[in-house]
């Protein structure tokens, strides 16, 4: 009963600590405010920039073209070979004459210039589109595929696919690394603006050790106090993030540009990452105010 007492006890004091000290709660809050809205917008970017890389990776596939003379022991030998490669995933097979049927579907000219030919003057090729486990070795595979017997030519997209996930790589990292260092710089500002806070009440933490008040006692205010700051700091950042982010995916009809780049739907995603901006504004408030007060009143 005596922590529950302690702890409620520390809660009013720091409600109360809040409000006296108004205009240095106000700068803490506008701090973490400012922190955690340009954090959510780097966790959104950096979850829709994985997405479409997954996205694309699911799409990228490698197109082999056998020989036109290729017999049916070599097509089967060809298929024995792409099942032993190590970044192999599946393939779908198209005979030369499935792919005249669907370029004659999809296009009015090519089915009236494919028409003329029957199966024997078909200049098209026997196809593989062949998906592999790891995009990043897709040019590799690639090669290998090449150098099997009876392939006439393979095409992947080369250069164009590693530079677009390496692109999205980059940008994926980057906006990690901006979070982190944002989160830094808001404990640091938060630590020197509780800092100010301490100095302003030296009177009162001085009269709490005269009467006997432990350590534990004086710290705790102080640290739910940077809680309660984070919590109201996250407010804000919240509701951008569930009425913004969906807003702009209503707008946007789901994607970027296109609908292969699409975006992650608003829920549950909002409801994830409104619940670690509230975390994150919780725990940066209690570091922030728990490194202070350590410094300043020597716990």
């Given at each position: 009963m005596k922590i529950f007492r302690t702890f409620f006890r520390s809660l009013r004091d720091a409600l109360k600590s809040v409000i006296r000290n108004f205009s240095l709660s106000l700068a803490s809050i506008s701090c973490i405010t400012i922190t955690l809205v340009i954090i959510t917008c780097s966790i959104v970017l950096s979850k829709n920039v994985a997405n479409f890389t997954q996205e694309i990776e699911k799409d990228v596939t490698i197109v082999a073209f056998l020989n036109s003379d290729v017999t049916d022991e070599e097509r089967e030998d060809f298929e024995l070979s792409l099942k032993r490669m190590d970044n192999y995933e599946s393939f779908e097979y198209q005979s030369k004459a499935e792919v005249k049927k669907?370029?004659?579907?999809?296009?009015?000219?090519?089915?009236?210039?494919?028409?003329?030919?029957?199966?024997?003057?078909?200049?098209?090729?026997?196809?593989?589109?062949?998906?592999?486990?790891?995009?990043?070795?897709?040019?590799?595979?690639?090669?290998?595929?090449?150098?099997?017997?009876?392939?006439?030519?393979?095409?992947?997209?080369?250069?164009?696919?590693?530079?677009?996930?390496?692109?999205?790589?980059?940008?994926?990292?980057?906006?990690?690394?901006?979070?982190?260092?944002?989160?830094?710089?808001?404990?640091?500002?938060?630590?020197?603006?509780?800092?100010?806070?301490?100095?302003?009440?030296?009177?009162?933490?001085?009269?709490?050790?005269?009467?006997?008040?432990?350590?534990?006692?004086?710290?705790?205010?102080?640290?739910?106090?940077?809680?309660?700051?984070?919590?109201?700091?996250?407010?804000?950042?919240?509701?951008?993030?569930?009425?913004?982010?969906?807003?702009?995916?209503?707008?946007?009809?789901?994607y970027v540009f296109s609908p292969v780049i699409s975006l992650v739907k608003p829920m549950p995603f909002a409801f994830y990452v409104s619940l670690i901006i509230l975390l994150i504004g919780m725990i940066v408030g209690m570091i922030g105010s728990s490194r202070a007060v350590r410094k300043y009143i020597k716990v």
């Open positions: 669907e370029m004659e579907e999809e296009n009015e000219t090519f089915s009236a210039i494919l028409k003329e030919w029957d199966d024997e003057e078909n200049p098209l090729k026997d196809t593989y589109t062949i998906k592999v486990i790891d995009v990043d070795k897709i040019g590799e595979t690639a090669k290998e595929i090449e150098k099997l017997d009876g392939v006439s030519s393979v095409q992947y997209g080369e250069g164009l696919v590693e530079q677009l996930v390496g692109a999205f790589d980059i940008v994926k990292k980057v906006t990690i690394i901006a979070a982190v260092a944002l989160i830094l710089v808001t404990i640091f500002l938060i630590i020197n603006t509780i800092k100010l806070t301490i100095f302003s009440r030296k009177r009162e933490i001085s009269i709490m050790r005269l009467v006997g008040a432990s350590n534990s006692r004086i710290k705790l205010p102080f640290v739910i106090e940077g809680i309660i700051l984070g919590i109201i700091g996250s407010v804000i950042p919240i509701l951008i993030t569930i009425y913004g982010y969906t807003l702009l995916y209503n707008q946007l009809h789901g």
